[in-house]
């Protein structure tokens, strides 16, 4: 075992990454649940987005629509949620699960043909010198354009949910439905909107896992990324901010666990493969005392009587 | 336009018929979905439901009931009682391979010692195993509020690593030639939980029996079940009749993980056979739906369990006869739970067809 074997400059990019997944879809179900919607389907609409992107990607040969198919599926089957927690009003919880049973089950479906190939690359982003710059370069610059687009998500998010009106009617109707209800704001109609951009955002984590990250596709190759997302917008206290912190102090678990397994530390694989979810437990347990910050309505149900 | 209305009650009819309509609706768009793969949907309809029970083979498949639907039965159980008091337990999975863990690591530590008390060592074991990863969100529930939606999922991944490495080393058959997985049970007597192999009968089924009894007791005759329904149904009401929620919730979340932990045990010393990598198949999510299909009551669970084991054999022909793949019954069954929340809108509310009124 020889630790100086791991670069730290290779770790951290590595680790940005690794933690893209997770932060598309975090950033995502933050804004559901700003909106008052728990969707514990991320796990489900990552999978079928996994797989539509790199299905398209293999088609037609461009990641860029496999991309834009990824975010299609995703918000495709939030749609499904959608219907059932806003229109039949059932339980937020048991829907959000049936989603994860659903996608799962379609994506295998739809893999079945596709095991074993090879999606085609996405370039990385060419700044030319910039990219050979020493530490910097390889931290900041020659990463893919998903990457970027995740980071400047995170920013989008955080700016309209803090200063535009959209993002005060949103907050408003996660906050006390039924007194946004009442001065005229139209409840499901925002929810949905909210549903069907996590659907997106949790679309597009998935195709970063099955077109950059692993590249190929297997069967639940999303293996919990999901609802670790999930985990980190609870303890990131719905902050955008603190989700971007979160997923790359997890993306940082992720790799080094890799990297400890890679230079063969005395720890079975095994051990090391369950920290990432032993870690979000422990962080769970640390930050859950703090409920304050959760929107008031979260996973309740609106039924406007009147 | 049509106006909900909400139902002071809910209503019993729509309540019992919701579950039917949703087989229906899962069969029609189900037959759709065979259709664009295809196949027949008529033929596929018939090879999943109908030649289980009564095709030419169903001498063979009909014992595969009891098997696929024990586990289902017992795992189902146990989650019922705490989606009834609001306690989401959604990681029966792992709670089922840590309680196959403990139960098959006591049986082998015994082995071959032919004794009669093996076999229910094994059993008590499982439970706790299962009993012990509840706990663990339990606890943290308890203690600091943690959501134990998350946490009991993310041990599931955990178990399933824990799983691998235990079959690949601490429980792996040292005369196995040096491929995983642990001796089989079926080789060892005192270990076995066949009671008659040929009609598919073994001590888990019995104990799914037992459990919807005592399900079925617990919930109607007994306080205990008072509680756990009123703390699901008004949680303000329960704290004025003194229902300790702790409490409450460490005995729904351990009973769910015991229960799930001798599902696995009895699996891993029957039909399973052995510890290996690929030994859990989802159980501990189908029982999801299977719960609330059978509408978090037991006796309906057992109808429930019936029907998705009917879905597990007869997806299982049709991989075989119509090149079905298998990820077509997963999807068939999340989509049965689908249809089954959207159609409850009918048991909770009234679809009125509202008049604009003119003024």
């Known amino acids: ?28 179900e933050l804004v559901v649940e700003k909106a008052g919607v728990l969707n514990l389907g991320v796990e489900g609409m990552m999978i079928t987005g996994a797989i539509s992107g790199f299905a398209v990607a ?4 461009s990641p860029w629509l496999g991309f834009l198919a990824a975010a299609a599926g995703g918000a495709l089957l939030s749609v499904l949620f959608a219907i059932l927690t806003q229109v039949a009003l059932a339980n937020h919880v048991a829907s959000g699960l049936a989603l994860t049973l659903f996608g799962l089950g379609l994506s295998a479906l739809i893999g079945q043909s596709y095991g074993g190939q090879k999606p085609p690359p996405m370039a990385e982003v060419d700044l030319g010198p910039l990219n050979d710059l020493p530490v910097v370069g390889p931290i900041l610059f020659g990463h893919d354009p998903i990457l970027y687009l995740s980071l400047g998500l995170v920013a989008a998010v955080w700016a309209v949910l803090k200063y535009s009106r959209m993002g005060l009617v949103l907050r408003a109707v996660g906050e006390n439905h039924d007194a946004a209800h009442a001065l005229g704001y139209k409840v499901v109609r925002i929810r949905v909107l909210a549903i069907l951009f996590g659907g997106a955002c949790a679309g597009l984590g ?20 999901g609802w670790i997302a999930l985990a980190l917008v609870v303890f990131a206290s719905w902050k955008p901010w603190r989700v971007l912190a979160g997923a790359y102090l997890f993306g940082g678990v992720t790799v080094l666990q890799f990297n400890l397994q890679g230079v063969g530390i005395a720890i079975p694989v095994e051990y090391l493969s369950m920290s990432p979810y032993v870690i ?7 930050l859950s005392r703090d409920k304050s910050s959760a929107p008031g309505s979260l996973g309740r149900i609106f039924h406007a009587s009147s | 336009m049509i106006r909900l209305e909400k139902r ?25 979905l065979f259709a664009a793969l295809g196949k027949n949907p008529f033929v596929a309809i018939q090879t999943i439901f109908w030649d289980p029970l009564f095709g030419e083979y169903s001498f063979f498949y009909r014992p595969q009931l009891l098997v696929k639907g024990a586990p289902l039965v017992l795992i189902a159980i146990g989650l019922s009682l705490g989606f009834r008091a609001g306690i989401w337990n959604i990681g029966a999975e792992g709670q089922y391979i840590m309680g196959a863990l403990a139960g098959a690591g006591v049986g082998l530590a015994f082995y071959p010692l032919d004794a009669w008390y093996v076999f229910p060592l094994m ?12 706990m663990i969100p339990g ?8 959501n134990e939606i998350l946490v009991s999922l993310m041990l599931v991944y955990v178990a399933e690593l824990i799983l691998g490495s235990m079959s690949t080393r601490l429980l792996k058959n040292p005369e196995g030639y040096g491929f995983p997985g642990s001796r089989n049970f079926n080789d060892y007597p005192a270990g076995n939980s066949w009671i008659a192999q040929d009609l598919g009968m073994h001590w888990g089924v019995a104990a799914a029996l037992i459990a919807v009894i005592f399900a079925y007791v617990l919930l109607n005759r007994h306080m205990l079940g008072f509680h756990i329904r009123l703390s699901g149904e008004a949680p303000r009401a329960a704290r004025f009749a003194g229902v300790n929620p702790a409490r409450l919730i460490l005995l729904c979340l351990g009973l769910a993980g015991a229960l799930a932990g001798m599902a696995g045990l ?56 119509l090149g079905l793949p298998a990820a077509a019954i997963q999807m068939f069954q999340g989509m049965l739970l689908f249809f089954l929340l959207a159609l409850d809108l009918l048991t909770n509310y009234r679809l009125r067809l509202a008049v604009k009124e003119r003024t």
């Open chain 1, 1 to 28: 075992m020889d630790l100086s074997d791991i670069d730290p400059i290779k770790l951290i990019a590595t680790l940005m990454v690794a933690a893209t997944p997770l932060l598309l879809a975090a950033i995502g």
């Open chain 1, 58 to 61: 293999v088609e037609t040969g």
């Open chain 1, 206 to 225: 998935g195709a970063y896992i099955s077109l950059i990250r692993v590249p190929q596709w297997t069967d639940g190759m999303t293996a919990g990324v």
């Open chain 1, 280 to 286: 979000t437990i422990i962080v769970l347990v640390l």
């Open chain 2, 8 to 32: 002071p009650q809910p209503s019993r009819a729509w309540s019992m018929a919701t579950p039917l309509l949703a087989v229906v609706a899962t069969m029609v768009f189900g037959g759709l």
């Open chain 2, 123 to 134: 059993v008590i074991a499982g439970a706790l195993g299962g009993w012990a990863w509840a």
């Open chain 2, 139 to 146: 606890l943290l529930k308890v203690k600091f509020g943690t």
């Open chain 2, 266 to 321: 009895f699996e891993v010393a029957g039909p399973a056979g052995q510890i290996n990598i690929d030994f859990n198949v989802g159980y501990g999510f189908t029982a999801i739906i299977v719960a609330f299909l059978g509408r978090l009551n037991p006796l309906g669970i057992l109808l429930a369990a019936a029907l998705m084991a009917l879905t597990y054999i007869g997806g299982e022909i049709a991989q075989d006869n």
